[in-house]
């Protein structure tokens, strides 16, 4: 255990209050005086183009007040998400959007919307478009490439032959647009005891935000005031403000709570915008709520693979060899990139001594796809588990042991360039994680009782888990309050607060005496990274680190100018800096604030380093004058991929009968480096592991392929785990080592919390089935059904967005 | 009242649903207020003595076409029946006796088509100009069949193609011992369908009416006897028919 | 296309006496709707795929309410919440059966207000059908279910006529099980349907899934005695463990004397249209005794008859286990 002020001990974060009494203001909750209420008409056909609009009947409706079409707005590039569009790609996106004075005038109104639309030949299958003579997504082609030579669509086209092949199991040979690779790939296969091959399939599937997006704007004097829902809050800035046409310093955005994004509120997004060109058009502030039908629609999806592996493993088990290779199902608007995401989890998970990568991103029309927790590492650990179980098996080593064998450690080098990683602990979190899960009492277990046959699994979980190059911003005021400035956003993870720690462990303050500015752009906040991509949390140590540390320089300065010294005689404590040695010499932070106004320049915010980011800058430039400022640019060292991983453990009971199972326990172990925030993190440890059983074996895109219809457009169809889906208990631990290239040794972990969850559950169940492998998600009751009682499935091979 | 019913297909897109069984109730009363004009209207004109069905016979309809006919009858019926019935509010179990009545009735149409076009005189039915005088002229005698019949013969000889093609088609939508449903006809197209076979329905209701009314009306129940029984009177034969144009016994 | 999820316009009715309940319900014909929990009420309305003109909450009725015990066995009201049913000491004590069915069903708030009406008379899950389009049960002229490419996993073995939806009742399948009555009451009076012929298939009523007349209110269920403390067996498999609908349920009674089974009755749900009887099962268990080997021979009984769709195969040996396990106990 370390000795930090508050790096590792619980606190309570100052939104949990309004979360629990509902006073807590999300972006539906907020009111403008004039403000109208605006809907959507989406496009019911999966591809078509709009040719004609009636929207009479509509206008003239009581209550009514205005009308939006995509003619009014700028155009948009493809595949870049349009707010509203006349060629739709999928079905659900917003054609028009019609204002009255109230909700349901408005839906009043979109209901009288006549538009007529020419049918396009559309897919919901990727194989159905990249088959000679099929269908392409758009008109533009059905793949979009986006490399450093130059980004475009094309139209990719494999044989029939080609397709039946891979539907077969075989090894894909049609083209691929995206390939890496390292190693002697024919020479760690040659050098394999045990090669494994398996095709496979992880379907797609809502975000499933609990609040559906929500967004409310209006202009004054040129600036833009959006009220949405977001999970990130600088970051939104600059994408708003080019959907806007506007600079980034005429937005601003407001955006408290949030009610959900796991990935599909990340940057800005065009129903956020949407209301701000409505309220331009009408002169009155617009808010948009959008249906929870319509969340399904625009809120955003998981990519779906079609892939093949071929994995090798010498004869102790370490994995000599992986070659990948993966159909992406990426909707419409060429939004994803999980299958490289992949690639790069493989690598580093499993250390292969060789590997190639070749990948197909396919266009179809469907939901558009966007980072879901774990893009690409969720899916791919959900495939691998049961393979390491498979090859584990007839290697005959503990499925324990050649997980080890191949763990992440400091040393390994990763990706298709195999570079350094900043640390890794993979092989300890393995070795908790089988203490705490009790592994080889359970894993010899007696294993039939009846029907029940027991099934354990382990899983690993990785993403990348944090960058470098962001804002940080402190201020500390006269009064004596430390103001810590956090533009992360609130996505419900804590960590836009708990990031804020590292400020007040530098600073040595009193937890109570801090102040945390966030919630709004108009807070004077730095640039801050996404809050995604589980990055915050050791990206937002660093930068508060800097500001923070700056802030204790400036007051050292500042202490050693007043009360004479050198800046190395002073220390800060208490609140205090004081000179070593001599306690009674001191300045409190409050006089400091006091003296750094009156001395001006950098101290309070005169002046500022060149580096930092416009968005910070003005903040800076707005507060100048009323404390002291700490800012800085994250310029700290950072080599390497800095890992988040996760482990897991589960031990299930199935039903042969019934095809469900029980989880009977999990144990869900964090390689994060050092823990900041102990509840936060089982919070996050505890939600990824719900969300990986979600993924293992629930929920899924269903599209009727035949009319493009997508089947899940609620919270019943898409099948999110409830209460009793779940453990009444998930264990969760962290093997809390520090990480160097962080001030406090703190790593982020959200997205593998998931990863390991969703891995565990595919290896207990194919282990519950004497080793019988899917390669699928969801494994669902019916398959498990089909397969105990000797029946085919009921898909074809390789069929996706399907029961 | 519109002819056809509409709904929204998959895509929203306005399509025909079928008939518009509004017309149902347009097409009984129409029948009624003709057949009951008719009946009046003849009730009111002096009658003709008519000729008796005593003494010696000659054969109109041989065995084989009058089980034809009563084959068709029962299965028109039972069609009719069993397809509006449900519409109307009268909800039993009717798709599969529907669905069989409807093969026999194929069935049954097939053969008498065949049979005619081979083994008949198809010329007995064919309308001539001659044929179209008729109900002008007291002194022209039909042959086998008048104008009236053979214009009866023709219309539903339409309507029963139409509604047996329509019905064919419908085969698509329903599963049956042989026969695993496609289910994959256009929306559009199976509107046009249900239309047809709604339509062709509806007109065969007032025509069957009409058709039940003559055959039970007093100076035409010997056709229905013979119809049953094979035979009409030669006293019959003569009040009704020209024997130039029509000679039983010589020919069929 | 449009998407709702705003209250419409709509008339709201709240008689206290049954007689004015049937009177606006024949006022209003095809535009009234009687609203019980209103769970599944208020997503068709909300989402606009339904369009009465009234609503007419029958939650008022007091006569509507409650448990009563008969000279032959009980009495619920139709506006009984499924949690009221589930505490129902008498329930409990002799019809167990129908409080695990009903302890099943949704999710612990849906049964707090949802009645066991309501949990009767609800329309089918299909996604097709919910979604507003205008398939068969709609009154248009096909199913999108059963098309070539149709996604039916969760759709009909038995019964299908057209329609290949299924019946998501939890509870109908136990009140068939022990031959309830449903007691109807209409402006003429009072007319009693036993349980199995009150549900409807699509072969004789596509739009709707009971015998229903319109005008008519499902105002009482009357559990009969004769199954009453005899040995039961209720099991829902779905693929959530609450709030989900089941992919294939049993509610089996057995009366069983020594180790033999006397008389029984072999109620699935999930796979056809209405709650479906397995008549083969039935006969056959009378006179076996409660073994394995039994199990085996009924269970292969269980799904004979059946006609799978592209994805719902699965349900077949699901049926045959659930029968094995309802004869295991």
Redesign the interface.
Known sequence: MNDYRYIGKDFVPPDIVGKVTGKAKYAEDFRADGMVFA???????AHGRVTRIDSSAAAEMDGVIGILTADDLPPVEAPNAPMLTNTPVY??EPILAVAAID??AA??A??R?RVH?E?LPFAVDPLDSLVEGGPDAREEGNVYVRSREGSGFRSVKWTREQIDEFRAGKEPTGESVDEWSYGDLERGFADATVIIEEPFVTNGYAHMSMEPRTSMAYWENGTCFVYGSAQSQSFMIPGLASMLNVEQKNVILVSEHTGGGFGSKIAAYPMMALPAWFSKKLGRPVQLR?????EYYVGSARVGFQGWIKVGFAADGRVTATDLFIVEDLGPNATGGDGSSAGDAVSIVYDPESMRYRGVPVLTNTTPRGAQRGPGQNQIAAIMAPIMDKAARELNIDRLEIRKVNAAHNATTVEADQGPITSAYMKEALDMGAKMFNWEAKRDQPRRNGNKVIGVGIGQGYHSAGSDGFDGLVRITPDGKIHLHSGVGNLGTYSYASTTRSAAEVLKCDWNNCVIERGSTAAHLPWSSYQAGSNTTFTHSRANFVAATDAVNKMKEIAATTLGGAVTDYDVADERVFRIGSPTQYMTYAAVAQRAIELGGAYSGQTWPDDIHEITQRAVQNIAGTGLIGVGKDTLRLEGVVPGLAVAFAEIQLDL????YDILDYVGIAECGTVVHPQGLAAQMKGGAVWGMGMA??ERH??????G?P?N?GY??C?I?????TPSEIRTGAVDLPDPQSPFGARGIGEPAMGCSVAAMTAAIADALDGHIFSRTPI????I??H??G?PQ??KPLQIN?? | MDVATYKED???REVILGASWDLLWLVVVSAFVVIALHAVILAVRRRAARPSSAGPRVPRHSAVDRIFHWIMAVTVIVLLITGVFPIIGLEFSWLTIHWIAGLVLTASVVFHIVRSLFWQDLKAMWISARDLKEPFDATLKPGKYSVAQKSMHAAVTVLVLLVIGSGLVMFAMIDTPWWERSNSIAESTLGWVFLIHGLSTLALIALIALHIYFGLRPEKLFYTRSMIKGWISKEELEANHDPERWAPGKSS | ?????????IELYQPVELSDALDLLERYGDDGWLLGGGQDTYGWLK??AKHPKAMIDLNGIDSLHGIRELADGLEIGAVTTLVEMIGDPVINRDFGLLSQAAGRVA?PQIRNVATLGGNLVQDT?C??YR?GLSCYRAGGNLC?AD????????HALFGASRCVAVSPSDTAIALVALEATMVAASLDGERLIPAEKFFAGPDTHITRMTSLDPGEILTAVRVPSKWAGQRFYFEK?A???????A?VSIAAAMAVQGNVINDARFVCGGVACKPHRLRKVERAAVGMTLSEESADTLALLASEGAKPL??????L??ME??V??AVRG
């Open positions: 809907r959507v008409y989406t496009s019911p056909m079905v659900g909700e349901k839906e009043d979109i209901a919307i639309i049918p959008i249906t929870r039908e319509q009968e019934t095809g469900k074996s629930l269903v599209y009727d392929p035949q009319n219809l089947a457009i019943h169809q099948g785990p409830t209460y009793l889906d669902s009751a019916d398959m059904v089909n105990v009682n029946r009921s898909f399907n029961f | 998959i895509w929203g | 296309m449009a998407s709702h999820d705003v209250m419409p316009d989402d606009r999710s899950r996604w097709y979604r999108y098309s070539p490419q149709g996604m039916n996993r969760e498999v693929d959530r463990n609450v709030w989900d609908f992919l592209t994805y719902n195969q699965f349900k040996p699901l286990n659930l094995r396990r």
